[in-house]
């Protein structure tokens, strides 16, 4: 499939994401869920396409915030679908991308 839109994380929501929920704080992983990543990723599905997620240029992803915007989608997703439908990048660090692959695959702690 081919690659038809992007969320590149520091410049679209923040280059210092947050918490898990937006109770907790600005750029939430809850709030990065419900803003950008679904309404995109729902969109990539519909479309056939690959939805391209940038890691780089921020400041770390705390397991709360990769849980709360991730482990929700494929919670309510699967992670089949999720795998299929995302590319993700990160040449700063490319242990994000397996944390959030291994989140993606065995979503733990995140309330429905």
Not at 36 to 65: M, N, R, T, W
């Amino acid at each position: 499939m081919e690659i038809k839109d992007e969320i590149i994380i520091a410049k679209d929501f923040s280059d210092h994401v947050g918490a898990r929920y937006k109770r907790e704080g600005p750029f939430s992983g809850e709030l990065f869920l419900e803003t950008i990543l679904l309404p995109k990723f729902e969109k990539a599905v519909q479309g056939g396409y690959v939805l391209f997620v940038d890691l780089d240029k921020g400041f770390g992803y705390p397991s709360s915030f990769v849980s709360g915007s991730f482990g929700k989608l494929s919670l309510e997703k699967g992670a089949d679908l999720i795998l299929k439908h995302i590319k993700l990048k990160s040449d700063d660090n490319p242990l994000r991308i397996d944390k959030i692959i291994d989140e993606i695959k065995d979503p733990t702690g995140v309330d429905l």
